[in-house]
């Protein structure tokens, strides 16, 4: 199993410019996650899906949009890319099961917005 | 709201010597606690979690954690530290809410071990 990938690796926007974040798992997780991680800030929970067309905001959804026609994909679109949009993204996904499984997470997207 | 706090943004230890990385939690209701690493260019790694039963965890490299519910903590541990331990940890916790859980992270402890 290749786990959860993230393409790019690296992408550099404009302001005002838009942008789909890739997001693929393999291991029939039900499960997806999008954060965003700020230098000194933790993580932060974008949005998230239970499933196969199911998706919801999480704490900074704002400027973001996502879907999830699939189980195996989960993109994150930035429709007009702002500085504040600087930041690392990362993907992670988990089983339906109880709650107490771990997340798996991808390598995540370094973007920057100038 | 379930929060998650890491009061030392840097901890420094000598290599040989015992490390214990700090978290305390808030949540209402019965917790999901989890460690992460992270390692430089790298996305998030699991370590450990504490679900029930045992307050000293297990987990991965040698890593253990113990669950305190009266000091609401669960510092990360390890007896001997390596330098290959040195990365970003960061704490996380999820209250139990079958369907509904997600993870609430700590702001990460860069932890160096000194040769």
């Known amino acids: 199993n290749a786990g959860v990938t993230q393409t790019p690796k690296f992408r550099i926007l404009k302001i005002g410019q838009s942008m789909t974040l890739q997001c693929t798992q393999d291991m029939n997780h039900n499960y997806m996650y999008w954060y965003r991680q700020d230098p000194g800030m933790g993580l932060k929970l974008i949005y998230y899906?239970?499933?196969?067309?199911?998706?919801d905001k999480g704490e900074v959804p704002n400027g973001y949009n996502v879907s999830r026609s699939t189980t195996e994909d989960f993109p994150l679109r930035l429709e007009l890319a702002a500085p504040s949009q600087t930041s690392v993204y990362f993907c992670a996904s988990r089983p339906r099961l109880a709650g107490d499984n771990e997340q798996f997470f991808g390598p995540g997207t370094r973007l920057t917005v100038l | 709201a379930q929060s998650v706090a890491q009061p030392e943004d840097q901890v420094n230890v000598a290599e040989g010597n015992p490390l214990t990385v700090k978290c305390t939690y808030s949540v209402s209701g019965n917790p999901y606690l989890f460690w992460y690493v992270q390692y430089p260019n790298r996305g998030l790694q699991f370590l450990l979690k504490?679900?029930?039963?045992?307050?000293l965890v297990k987990g991965s490299y040698g890593f253990e954690a113990e669950f305190n519910k009266s000091q609401t903590s669960f510092h990360l541990k390890k007896p001997s530290a390596l330098v290959s331990d040195s990365a970003l940890y960061f704490c996380a916790v999820s209250l139990r809410d079958f369907g509904n859980e997600k993870l609430t992270f700590g702001t990460g402890t860069r932890l160096t071990i000194i040769p």
């Open positions: 899906s239970v499933g196969a067309g199911i998706t």
């Open positions: 504490y679900i029930t039963g045992d307050n």
